[in-house]
């Protein structure tokens, strides 16, 4: 551990955490480990100028992120559990440019891209080298009513196979409406799939359960959410989880919170009297119950 004196001398997870070879890569994974950092998710980060358009190449992408993860276990020593996915921006913006350029059969070649980048996600889970699905979702901006329909249409196929075959789901959705939460528990209901096994990534501060309907809340931490999770944290049924969504891009130093962000507000919670069985919950016992014990 290398948080000793610390008040918190537990595991400490970020939930969603992106590393990428042309970034910092694994100075920023070493920076999480020296804040006290202990477990990483590592969420599989498309390249958005070129994302894949065909099966073997969503595998080739996939494989890529596996492999980081296996160089930040054995390199930085963390814990890493991968999830894989097509991020919704990926399906909306090929579904724009490939309507343009062939009409109907653009939008069933956007359609069945989206499936074969699940199908290949899919299998890296039953092959033990993914612990869930994600970021999956539908844009957070203002789309053509269709392409709207189609990214929640995709989602419903989604949650249902994420019901059939167990695994849960990480969300990219809109906003921080409660309406969001209630659309999504609605359509988890009709997919069979348990809500808790929905993890809403970028979640606002408030896990109070009356708003989250059953999700798991994956609350962005930066500093001006403290208060809100510090009030609300004790009416959330099952807990939440702590992020960064660091970008590791060289671009955007930081974005969107640092490595070091989760370590250090972990401690700032404890200090500030939270429950520690909650913090306990976050770092341990959800992510195992969600994901799978490493």
């Given at each position: 551990?290398?948080?000793?004196?610390?008040?918190?001398?537990g595991?400490?997870?970020?939930?969603?955490?992106?590393?990428?070879r042309?970034?910092?890569y694994l100075?920023?994974?070493?920076?999480?480990?020296?804040?006290?950092?202990?477990?990483?998710?590592?969420?599989?980060?498309?390249?958005?100028?070129?994302?894949p358009?065909?099966?073997e190449?969503h595998?080739?992408?996939?494989?890529?992120?596996?492999e980081?993860?296996?160089?930040?276990?054995?390199?930085?020593g963390?814990?890493?559990r991968?999830?894989?996915?097509p991020?919704?921006?990926?399906?909306?913006?090929?579904?724009?440019?490939?309507v343009?350029?062939?009409?109907?059969g653009?939008?069933?070649q956007?359609?069945d891209?989206?499936?074969?980048?699940?199908?290949?996600?899919?299998k890296?889970?039953?092959?033990?080298?993914a612990h869930?699905i994600?970021?999956?979702?539908?844009?957070h901006w203002?789309v053509s009513?269709?392409?709207?329909?189609?990214?929640?249409?995709?989602?419903?196929?989604?949650?249902?196979?994420a019901?059939?075959?167990?695994?849960?789901?990480q969300?990219?959705?809109?906003?921080?409406?409660?309406?969001?939460y209630?659309?999504?528990a609605?359509?988890?209901?009709?997919?069979?799939l348990?809500?808790?096994r929905l993890?809403?990534?970028?979640?606002?501060?408030?896990?109070?359960?009356?708003?989250?309907q059953?999700?798991?809340?994956?609350v962005?931490i930066?500093k001006?959410?403290?208060?809100?999770?510090l009030d609300s944290?004790?009416?959330?049924?099952h807990?939440?989880?702590?992020?960064?969504?660091?970008m590791?891009d060289?671009?955007?130093?930081?974005a969107?919170?640092?490595?070091?962000t989760?370590?250090?507000?972990?401690?700032?919670?404890?200090?500030?009297?939270i429950?520690?069985?909650?913090?306990?919950?976050?770092h341990?016992?959800?992510p195992?119950r969600?994901?799978?014990?490493?």
């Open positions: 551990m290398t948080n000793h004196g610390l008040a918190w001398q595991p400490i997870l970020d939930n969603h955490f992106h590393l990428n042309n970034g910092r100075d920023a994974a070493r920076d999480f480990k020296k804040a006290g950092g202990t477990n990483l998710v590592l969420i599989h980060c498309p390249d958005f100028s070129s994302p358009t065909t099966r190449g595998r080739i992408t996939y494989q890529n992120t596996i980081m993860a296996e160089s930040v276990r054995r390199e930085v963390l814990g890493v991968v999830v894989l996915g991020h919704p921006a990926a399906f909306a913006h090929q579904f724009i440019q490939w343009e350029q062939d009409g109907e653009g939008k069933e956007a359609i891209n989206y499936r074969c980048s699940i199908e290949e996600a899919v890296f889970y039953h092959e033990g080298k869930a994600g970021e999956v979702g539908r844009p203002k009513e269709e392409i709207w329909e189609l990214s929640n249409e995709l989602l419903l196929e989604t949650m249902s196979w019901a059939g075959d167990g695994f849960a789901l969300l990219h959705v809109e906003g921080e409406l409660e309406s969001t209630k659309d999504m609605e359509m988890a209901s009709r997919a069979g348990s809500h808790d993890i809403r990534h970028y979640s606002p501060p408030n896990v109070d359960s009356l708003i989250t059953g999700l798991t809340p994956s962005l930066g001006g959410a403290l208060d809100t999770l944290a004790p009416r959330s049924s807990g939440f989880l702590l992020e960064t969504d660091y590791d060289l671009r955007r130093p930081g969107v919170l640092g490595p070091k989760v370590p250090k507000r972990t401690q700032q919670l404890i200090a500030a009297g429950d520690e069985e909650l913090m306990w919950r976050a341990v016992d959800l195992n969600l994901y799978g014990e490493e």
